[in-house]
């Protein structure tokens, strides 16, 4: 466990870049708190260069396990309603454009390339290719988002909303002969104007429908209560239009953690493109290189954990 | 009808000493009880002899290696490997004891026997109510029979709540849109306190209920439903009112609460709602169907339905009882209803429609039960 | 932030008599003073310029102090909702408050008291204060993001007061849905200002990791490192891997609000019981986010004071880390009666179990270190010592509670209350409050007063014992928690009443380590370098208070923290039967620690 002896101070470093905020241009030398002579861009808390970047990485590095914990809880809430719900959510991610949803995949994939690619070029200290590299990620992300756009309005037209607004009125026979699950067939019935005249609350409402769904209790290790007195009493009190709501309802889920999933991953998105665009912005006034690009490396790192969710997210929502 | 008259009167208790004289856990009630606190105790024992010591050596050490001077200097205490490994070893023993006991215990506790009865359980806010397999329901109390198996099927109609029996050491959340149960068997005859320990609003501390652990017998009448009741419209109301614990959210002094008071509010105007004002059919869709129509300032839906809880008699009472709260009450309310089992008698003007509870209704299948 | 190098150090060169400060206290250096205002600007300008200096300050030191005014002042505010609480439940029936508020209030101090007290009380004030200081470097790995942390504290704080304008919040602070769903109360806001200072405290632990990983000076190995950093890493690494799903829970609770999602709500299909393991995946680690840095606290406390090498170092080390690992599979303990799979209690309950040894591995070689040792019976020792006894009864009263078929008693009422308050108010807050004590002087450069610290230590004592020992009886007799009356248990009125009476006694003695602060900070004594005697780097390698860049050179550590005999050799030395050197720092120390002439008394020995 032993370190070997950090080096005190590296006057090796080289102050081949402007600086980072006190000024421009010519390379900045500053007399440090230490009375040694160190490059502006370091900091006086960092001993050395070298120190001072692999900080930067392992912060980034930390920063992105948190967004993995981030998405996992989404991914995880995505996995338990699948178990639950295994032929809804095969029946409501028919509703998903695959094909759109495959272009999306390439374009990311793309914009990862052309992120590492830049990266390499600042290494090479190609200034201009990385800013043309960096300005195609950020067109690449936006057209991502623009087809990310279509697809939403697309479901908004066809009525597909998260959660209790979710009321898909149509391809009732295209679900349900694609699934071959005749008890999914009423899952899409709409679930507005065929209650029984007593509509009191969504809550009350939830609590009748117990016992319609014994199969999801086991999955939760709760007491099941097929063929308890009270599930007869509540198919009896609900018929088979209420049954059909609450699946109705089920399937709203599978579109809720959708919209959440690819919501939250798009703002991801816009954070990468902002944070691409100060890249730029500050590459044009030169400020990295092959010395310092701490940047780019720390963006470069972030886009491509974006993309991986992205890649996970594609089959689980899509595909399968 | 009053419950509590001939039901066995335990000892109102007054100290907050356990009877047998000890702090800790109250009277065990139920045959399962001895297990859970065997193992309480056992732990208790345990922790406090450990802090015992750990507190003396503490103590110890303090006094006899006090600072005596600022001279003083550090002496070489080496590591002993077996005094570490041994409170490793030792406090690691223990607690798979503690875990095993407990595991073993849990199991023997949460698995019912075949032969229980069950009897289904609704929490809703702010109480309990209890239904019998015939279709008998009580709110906020149950009669079982004593040394009996008993298993309740719980859920809730709105938000989470916990069904907490302290001296048969049985809890259990109840979830809305899922059953969970739990089991029990009384040795002995008493009443016995429900509690709700999962956080549930306003009234989660006045959501209590009553165990009556009885006879055979008498739990076979019980079942039945209510005895019959020579009672006026009033009467039913006013029972009604804290027997379903509407007092937990209605006042009848004026006083604001979770929802409106009862007080003055008859012919009240209630613009927005079908009826237009405070009438029969207003209360009596209030009761049934409460989120169609919710009085501005009270929008917040905590009102549970009754629909199928409450029979004619008591819905129509509901209405006499708001009535006589507002000065408004007619003679017919206040008139005894002669009742024939368990219904208002045909003809009988006030309590309006001839049909009755059907909650209220015992059926022939229970009957057959009775010895009697 | 580079700044020109100050004159060379003068401590060398200017005679002792001729100081008008004790040592290590000169003036110019100390980051209290410095970087100040130039001299020519006055009056209200400087008065900014001052204002300014602290607030967009990005030094740890600076930053730390402030977080710690912003932790003791919601602290202050938990502490009165508590009171509030406690009063309510006096007598049987209304007392001063009804139902809803006493829902609000008992809410607000469950959040309070965790989210803006507790998870930043220790890690944020004296870790942001300490940790760049005790690994040798002169800030934190990102000090700009430290800054930005605690105005995301700030913010995120503010958002959560301004739900109580809106009408507060009702749900408890676990936010259980259904409930947090239909409640009218004002649960986003309160949410979101929850998940705004999640970021806060990933940004510590970010920023306390990647310091401890790479701005160790030369010297100090993992091995060298003093306890409270190897407790404050292992609060890192739950930091980061846990707030983010409390984040994600939240913003899907704030989804359920809003649109109506339906995952956590059983009356769309969603699950209730799934929230509650999203929840306490993150909660349950958080508790150890608010134990571990006090256990560091505690480590340190115990060897200074017994001026004796932390027994079993690596095991203290390493059961933190073990703590922190484990932390993350044992969340299920918080629902055996929820509804939850049996087979899953049976194995977070075993696993919660194993997660018990490693605290009590601590609290053994925390007694041990005073064998043999020289015990200093201080105020911060004082604290420490509650700490060992009250955390002893929160520990065990754990082992009750994550007994599977006792927690079917115990869950939910007033013994849970009393186990995690023994844990957390008796463990955090003790080392919390024994901590600043012990790192007062260091802050502050004044000593606190010996005779009122001991009284707070003693009220405390005597008001949290009364309060939280009773709510095990109450809790054991199934009083449930959060209860605003107890109409079906009228005998345990007794009980509340000394229980609420504790909690008056509880409060006067944290106003008398309150008023005990506030004296110091204009009249305490001015304090010696090293007023303890301790051996790590914040005591010998830097001036009290420290230096606005911690250090003038980077300190080449060529010893242990708790090698005592280093700094002032063994029984068996030729230097035994004189005083205990004060340690002289300030000048130069590219080597090692000066020794000083060894004929100076500490200044608070006087009073000992």
Redesign the interface.
Known sequence: ???P??R??DPQVTPAHSGDG?GHGEPEM??????NL?P?NR?????SAE?QF???K??MW??L???I??????F??YG??RV??PELYEAASLQLNTALGAFNTLVLLLSSLTMAWAIRAIQMDNRKLMLQLLSATILLAGFFLVVKYFEYTHKFHEGI?????FELNEDIDRVSDLTGATELTPIFVPSHGDDHG??????????E???T?AA??TA??????AG???AEAGEEKLGGDKTAI?SD??A??FF??Y??MTG?HAIHIIIGMIAIGFLVFYGAKGRYSSVWYTPVENVGLYWHIVDIIWIFVFPLMYLI | MMQTDDTPVLEERTSFFIEDGSLWLPPQSSTTAHEIDGLFYFILYTSTLLTILVTAAMVYFVWKYRRKSHADRPVDVHESKWLELSWVVVPTLLVLVVFFWGFRAYVSTSIPPTDAITINVEGYKWAWNFEYQNGVQYPNEVYVPVGTPIRLEMTSQDVLHSFYVPEFRIKHDVIPNRYSYVWFEAPEEGTYQVLCTEYCGTSHSNMGAKIHVVSRNEYYERRLGPPDQALSLVEWGEQTYTRYSCNSCHSIDGADGVGPSWANVWGAPRPGSPQGEVNEEYVTASILYPQEYMVPGYENGNMPSYDGQLNEAQLAGVSAYIRELSGAATEADRTVLVLSDGQPAEGEAAAGEAAAGEAATPEGEAMTETDE | MATLAPPAPTTTTVPREARAYPVGHEPIHNYLREPRPPDDVRGLARAWAWFKGWALSVDHKRIGIMYLVAVSFFFAVGGILAILVRTELFFVGETIMGADTYNRVFTMHGLIMVFLFIIPSIPATMGNFLLPIMVGAKDVAFPRLNLLSLYIYIAGASIALLSITTGGVDTGWTFYTPYSKETGTAVIAMALGAFVMGFSSILTGMNFIVTIHKMRAPGMTWNRMPLFLWSLYATSIVQILATPVIGITLVLLTMERLLGIGIFDPALGGDPVLFQHFFWFYSHPAVYIMILPAFGVISELMGTFSRQRVYGYRAVALSSVAIALLGFLVWGHHMFTSGQSPVSSVVFSLITFLIGIPSGIKVFNWVWTMYKGSVWLKTPMLYALMFLFLFTIGGVTGIMVGALAVDIHLHDTYFVVAHFHYVMMGGTVMAFLGGLHFWWPKMTGRLYHEGMGKLSALLVFIGFNMTFFIQFIMGSQGMPRRYYDYPDMPWLEPLHQASTIGSYVLGVGLLVVLVNGLWSVRKGKLAPGNPWGGATLDWTHTTTPPDHHNFHHTPLVTHGPYDYEVLFGTSGDSQQGAPVPVVEVGGPQEMDVTVGDGTRQPDSATDM
């Open positions: 466990m032993a370190t002896p950090i005190v101070d006190h500053l007399v440090g708190h230490d009375g160190h502006s900091r006086f808390y960092f001993v120190q692999e900080a930067s392992l912060g930390l920063f396990a948190t967004e914990l981030l998405f996992g809880g989404m995880v809430a338990i309603f639950l719900y909303f998260p959660g209790s607004s007593d509509d009191h609350g969504s809550e009350t409402d939830g609590a429908a117990v016992g769904d999801s209790e939760n290790g709760s007491a099941p209560l308890g007195p009270e609450y309802r089920r709203g889920i809720s953690i919209y959440v939250i």
